[in-house]
């Protein structure tokens, strides 16, 4: 049986209606997520790379966009369970570099920064806030980990209403299994797919 064809009798895959208004979300573009001797690797700064001129086209469009980064006190008292499985998380503090979004991607004013301490750009941030208060109901995703942190931010994005889109030569991972499986995943259940260069498809 082909893979694909359980979603296809159980009707997954559907697509995804164009929102009225989309926001970029770029999740943890940040140079621990783009070394490999960090937390990077694999496809992360190809995909981080790709992701400039899809920032220009957000920009010449005037719409909302918003930068994350993993923030945690330099004590260490914020940080959760999350950062038993993965302590070197913990050393991404406001004042590292690491934790710093890449100079190429640099946000710009008027342009959101969310900190977080979770894998979701959602998940105890305002950033739904900042999204309603922009009028938005759709975010194209981009960033890294494809797996980690940008599916939770996918997921937590349709359960809070948004149409998802991932821009799927925009989201790295350190290893190329995660990754696949992960874009199939989300596919079917989560968001729609497009590649940067099929951008316009996604704009109202």
């Not at 199939?184 to 260069?197: C, P």
Request: net charge negative.
């Amino acid at each position: 049986m082909d893979e694909t064809e359980i979603y296809r009798k159980q009707r997954m895959g559907g697509a995804i209606e164009i929102g009225r208004r989309t926001a970029l979300v770029l999740v943890d573009f940040v140079n621990g997520f783009i070394d490999p001797d960090i937390f990077g690797g694999g496809n992360t700064l190809e995909a981080a790379e790709a992701t400039v001129p899809l920032l220009d086209a957000f920009r010449s469009r005037g719409l909302p966009i918003v930068f994350t980064r993993i923030v945690y006190a330099d004590d260490g008292s914020d940080a959760g369970i999350w950062c038993e499985k993965a302590p070197r998380l913990r050393e991404l503090t406001e004042d590292n570099p690491a934790s710093h979004v890449v100079h190429f991607l640099k946000p710009r004013d008027g342009e959101f920064i969310v900190r977080k301490t979770q894998p979701s750009a959602f998940f105890d941030t305002n950033l739904g806030s900042i999204l309603r208060a922009k009028q938005v109901d759709a975010v194209a995703v981009v960033g890294a980990t494809t797996s980690g942190c940008v599916r939770a931010t996918v997921v937590d994005a349709i359960s809070s209403n948004f149409r998802p889109t991932v821009i799927s030569d925009c989201v790295g991972d350190r290893a190329q299994g995660p990754h696949d499986a992960s874009l199939f995943d989300m596919q079917q259940k989560y968001a729609n797919l497009v590649t940067a260069s099929q951008i316009d498809s996604i704009f109202a």
